[in-house]
């Protein structure tokens, strides 16, 4: 196991993280898992035992019951704190309260304290806005971030699932008010979903962001059971998210299984091992329901993809040319030669 950077902080985490959303199974959250506490303990010990130190989480997954089997699991298990790190967001509905959702100051005060509370925690390491607010004002969110991270109740801050701009004009106001800034950004990205290249990646790279990978195998559509032949049962059966484009993926499929056979590895793992080859990428969440999908998922760590097989697995798979993307790139070529010193294109 690698450790990397959390961004441009001090933080190191594990290149894979525990992801916990298959823990509890209430509501909605059925269609992803159900394990009780005696079968997520079983996973947290077998991530673990690999020298995973990163556990991610979130209030609303299970309504909470996530939360509350993770931090009793580091309890079983006699997890020293100082062993791990541990993430969670917030913004999502928590109650049927017009202010029991949201990035207000109001919700996000309430909700790290039973945060904490539910994981028997004095602190999280990562907390996360889960999403984007339109109705509450960004600074109010950035200053009760601010003040809670001030309070001891939160270390670092990160973001999920915002646009570029949103996170740009974000460390914008924080540098101008003081305020803390985020860390990361925990993002949809496999080798069928790549839209974020186009603007996220590059806006990372520049600010100094950490990347945090979530639904790796597209919801299990990178799983190597699903064939253009017809679906085996599983969670996409109930359950069709994140979108994909299927004709695409099943291209990437095809590749995917061509250098797994010659590794003498698996589907997942090569697409896991695509992922962990990627410069922007911090850690990437993997989830499990059994331990033998977990063991297989560590095992990418294991796997080394060369140039020639990065470039074949890019362009089974590769996202569309948009503008500005397009024209930018075609300007650029003007400019490289004259960095790497040489002459000006003519």
């Not at 020298?51 to 298990?77: C, R």
């Amino acid at each position: 196991m690698r450790y990397n950077q959390l961004g441009n902080t001090g933080l190191f985490v594990s290149e894979l993280c525990l992801g916990t959303m298959t823990f509890g199974g209430e509501g909605m959250w059925t269609a992803i898992g159900a394990l009780d506490q005696e079968k997520s303990n079983e996973l947290v010990k077998g991530a673990l035992d690999a020298e995973v130190n990163f556990l991610d989480t979130a209030n609303v997954y299970s309504n909470g019951l996530s939360e509350k089997i993770t931090g009793q699991a580091l309890k079983d298990l006699g997890i020293a704190r100082s062993d791990v790190v541990i993430a969670t967001k917030a913004l999502g509905p928590m109650g049927d309260g017009i202010n029991d959702r949201g990035a207000s100051r109001y919700h996000l005060m309430n909700q790290i304290d039973a945060s904490l509370e539910r994981l028997q925690l004095d602190h999280v390491d990562l907390y996360q806005i889960h999403g984007w607010d339109p109705v509450t004002p960004m600074e109010e969110t950035l200053r009760a971030l601010d003040d809670i991270v001030r309070s001891g109740r939160v270390r670092y801050i990160g973001v999920s699932n915002w646009a570029a701009w949103q996170i740009a004009k974000s460390l914008g106001l924080s540098e101008k008010r003081g305020f803390e800034k985020f860390a990361s950004l925990q993002a949809y990205y496999s080798i069928a979903g790549r839209d974020l290249e186009r603007d996220v990646v590059p806006m990372l790279e520049s600010e100094g962001l950490g990347l945090m990978v979530w639904s790796p195998l597209a919801g299990g559509f990178l799983s190597g059971k699903y064939t253009r032949d017809g679906e085996a049962e599983g969670r996409r059966t109930n359950f069709d998210f994140p979108p994909v484009n299927k004709d695409k993926a099943y291209d990437a499929v095809d590749v995917m299984r061509e250098i797994a056979d010659a590794k003498g590895a698996t589907v997942p793992q090569i697409a896991l091992a695509w992922l962990l080859a990627k410069p922007a990428v911090s850690t990437v969440i993997i989830g499990a329901k059994k331990p033998e999908q977990l063991d297989d998922n560590l095992g990418a760590v294991g796997v080394k993809l060369d140039a020639d097989e990065m470039a074949k697995l890019d362009a089974s798979c590769k996202p569309r040319a948009e503008y500005p993307g397009w024209m930018i790139e075609r300007q650029s070529e003007y400019r490289k030669g004259v960095k790497a010193g040489q002459a000006p294109a003519k």
